[in-house]
């Protein structure tokens, strides 16, 4: 079964998330962020956080669904970071929202063409159920250099450290951030605990997500094949036993 989100929790994530920019973020950015987004409402308010299943939220409306978790998230994290003494004052919680806002943007794609569009191969859609595909129309680049292009070219100025949370906040799983995150001198290590709050709170909302989806499913197929492991290895050991003469040995073999 697919996961839906009906046009009121779409109205409704939408609505939270332009809050999280109101609430959090200052400044003249505050509204060349809210003019950005209003742009392109039609688009990201409905857009997939992937063109696969297998990942997560790949329906309709789940990108906002997806980032407004990573931003909730993120909130908490930096509670509990802060409770076991990490020293926030190297970040500011407006650049922790920040960058969990805008820390999947390249996921839209260009200005011109979206990144996710419908899947055109009947064969996909059937047999793996995928309902998006990947635009080839767009010239390669990574998801954070892309939203990070985003930004700078509506003229959203964005901090040192709001930059490192978003090219590094896919942590260890892009290899592009060995540089920042694999560094074993004191002096080669980032100065601030943001990139690490974002990444375990999209870690975090991505895991949620595929549980969401999946769980459900294989719930139903376990219950579709109708499989008791318990019965099953107590009917194997039953022939195995029955077929060994020793009754010794097989009193033996029964206690295990």
């Known amino acids: 079964m697919k996961q839906v989100l009906n046009s009121q929790q779409i109205l409704d994530n939408w609505d939270e998330f332009n809050g999280y920019i109101k609430k959090y973020i200052t400044g003249d950015r505050k509204d060349k962020m809210l003019a950005f987004y209003k742009k392109y409402e039609d688009r990201i308010s409905i857009m997939p956080a992937a063109h696969k299943k297998e990942y997560h939220s790949a329906f ?10 990573v931003i909730r998230g993120s909130l908490k994290f930096h509670e509990l970071w802060e409770e076991f003494g990490v020293d926030t004052s190297t970040y500011t919680v407006e650049e922790l929202v920040f960058s969990a806002i805008n820390h999947d ?15 055109t191969d009947k064969w996909r859609q059937d ?7 990947f635009n080839d129309k ?20 964005y901090s040192f450290n709001e930059m490192l949370a978003i090219q590094t906040h896919d942590g260890l799983y892009d290899e592009a951030n060995n540089k920042y995150l694999k560094a074993w001198n004191a002096e080669t290590k980032m100065r601030t605990s943001l990139p ?12 949620i997500e595929f549980e969401i989806e999946w769980f459900p499913i294989f719930k139903e197929r376990h219950k579709e094949t109708n499989l008791n492991p318990t019965t099953t290895t107590k009917s194997t ?18 206690k295990i």
């Open 196 to 207: 690490y709050i974002l990444h375990q709170a999209d870690l975090m909302a991505a895991r």
């Open 105 to 119: 943007l390249g996921k839209m794609g260009s200005e011109e063409e979206e990144a996710y569009i419908p899947q």
């Open 138 to 157: 767009l010239a390669f680049a990574s998801i954070p250099d892309r939203g990070l292009y985003l930004l700078q070219s509506h003229d959203i100025k």
């Open 237 to 254: 050991k039953t022939k195995a036993l029955s077929s060994i003469k020793s009754n010794s040995l097989k009193t033996m073999l029964d």
């Open 127 to 133: 047999k793996l159920g995928e309902d998006y595909m």
């Open 60 to 69: 309709p409306g789940g990108y906002i669904d997806h980032v407004n978790r």
